[in-house]
């Protein structure tokens, strides 16, 4: 059976604006388009909003400010919600700490009002997954919808792939890419009743070098300065599992959900014995779910690229700015990763990188937007990825209004809306 088979004989309901995916880009794609007007339908296969800052227990909220200067480089939504978190005052311009932590648990709280506070245009649907799409002729037909009432299919004027594997690009046909191998896997987990002193990085790494040398745990990254007390002073969050695998594939994930546990579990078991530190530590949680930093990336009307980065190229149709550095991880070592802390100036990020070549209807939003693989390396972090679904959420509202084709839209005005939402254009 095909992806395009299933779409036949289904309920369908008609929506202005359908985002898929309520990562930090469908968050920001959908609450953009229902506050520019679109009936708006956001569809997530969790129970909650956040993606990687909430099913994988991420808490960094990057993308925000320049990492040396700490200037602010983006506005609009991902502001919003740090001053809703009460992390930021309004009319600030640097943040103290640009590597800034978030509490999956306030963010999931403050998304939920923002997105019920649009109650009037906006419908949300959590554990709700696309499944299929019907497309044809550079258009979306139909997405078709699988939960627990079964499935549905939904007619939009415009869809907001903001899936991070770019799913329903890739289903309706649309140019998408990878690069083999693709970034490792990695799952998270959270250690509390930990004692913090100065001599816990160099003793818990030597654990983790012995554990992997003797094949206890498999591949690892291990923070040179560890700065993981993210929310309190007893808690660490380890961002140090790295497990080769496709993270579009059911088997790749579902192996890698239990290496990474086991490895959490080993890891934590010989930190007790061996680390002073973590006598009476304990572990509080794994992921919820594995991470995925790496799959399908769009091939769009422009394709960033880490010169554009790194010469701070400038585009007539940018409708945000990035600022995180290239941190690409490998997938056939321990220890270390490519990131060489260079630290970007705020750059561009285009329109076009949105718009999958060849078709109307549809944009993508964050990780699987149109880049090169180093350059997505800066542009993918979470809050780059929330103002890049503003961007796509605003110009989706603003074509429906208009009648127009996302493409067609005028930059000038595109640009306008963000500015007038708060959005940082150069
Ligand atoms: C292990 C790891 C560590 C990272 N560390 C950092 C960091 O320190 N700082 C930082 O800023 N960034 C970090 N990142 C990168 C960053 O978190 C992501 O690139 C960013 O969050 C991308 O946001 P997104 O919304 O595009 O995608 P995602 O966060 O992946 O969100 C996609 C959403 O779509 C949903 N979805 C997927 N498929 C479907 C479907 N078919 N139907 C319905 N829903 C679907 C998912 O459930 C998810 O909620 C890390 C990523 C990983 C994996």
């Not at 779409?7 to 309520?22: E, F, I, N, Y």
């Not at 929310?231 to 969050?237: G, I, N, R, T, Y």
Request: proline fraction near 5%; hydrophobic fraction near 40%.
């Amino acid at each position: 059976m095909t992806h395009t088979q299933f779409a036949a004989d289904l309920p369908v309901s008609d929506v202005d604006v359908l985002v898929a995916g309520g990562g930090c880009a469908g968050f920001g794609a959908a609450l953009a388009a229902a506050r520019g007007g679109a009936r708006t339908l956001l569809v997530e296969q969790s129970g909650f909003i956040g993606g990687i800052l909430t099913r994988v227990g991420n808490p960094w909220f990057d993308g925000v400010a320049h990492l040396t200067t700490g200037r602010i480089a983006l506005g609009g939504i991902p502001i919003e919600v740090l001053q809703r978190l009460g992390l930021a005052e309004p009319e600030q311009t640097h943040l103290d700490h640009p590597f800034l932590p978030i509490d999956p648990e306030a963010f999931k709280h403050v998304a939920d009002q923002m997105l019920m506070e649009q109650h009037d245009n906006l419908d949300v649907l959590f554990h709700t997954s696309v499944a299929a799409v019907r497309a044809g002729a550079g258009r979306v037909d139909e997405v078709v919808l699988a939960n627990k009432a079964g499935l549905s299919a939904v007619r939009a004027k415009v869809t907001i792939d903001a899936t991070g594997d770019g799913d329903v690009a890739a289903w309706a046909g649309a140019p998408v890419e990878r690069s083999v191998p693709m970034q490792p896997l990695t799952l998270h987990f959270r250690v509390g009743n930990v004692e913090e002193t100065d001599t816990l990085t160099p003793r818990m790494r030597e654990v983790v070098e012995d554990l992997h040398e003797t094949g206890a745990i498999g591949l690892y990254f291990f923070h040179a300065e560890h700065d993981d007390f993210a929310h309190a002073p007893d808690e660490l969050v380890f961002n140090i599992t790295r497990i080769p695998g496709d993270g579009t594939d059911p088997a790749d994930l579902t192996a890698a959900e239990m290496r990474g546990r086991k490895d959490a579990h080993v890891l934590v078991s010989a930190w007790r014995e061996r680390v002073p530190e973590f006598r009476n530590a304990y572990l509080i949680y794994s992921g919820p779910s594995v991470g995925v930093r790496e799959t399908r990336r769009i091939v769009g009307d422009y394709q960033l690229t880490e010169d554009d980065i790194r010469s701070g190229r400038r585009f007539e149709d940018a409708v945000l700015q990035g600022v995180f550095y290239v941190d690409v991880h490998p997938s056939d070592r321990a220890g270390t990763h490519d990131y060489d802390a260079w630290t970007p100036d705020p750059y561009d990020i285009p329109f076009r990188t949105l718009l999958p070549r060849g078709w109307d209807d549809l944009l993508v939003a964050g990780r699987c937007h149109s880049a090169t693989r180093r350059a997505a390396g800066s542009s993918r972090v979470t809050a780059t990825a929330m103002a890049m679904g503003q961007a796509a959420g605003t110009a989706a509202a603003l074509a429906v209004a208009s009648g127009s084709r996302v493409r067609d839209l005028d930059t000038q005005t595109l640009q306008n809306a963000l500015r007038a939402d708060g959005v940082i254009l150069n």
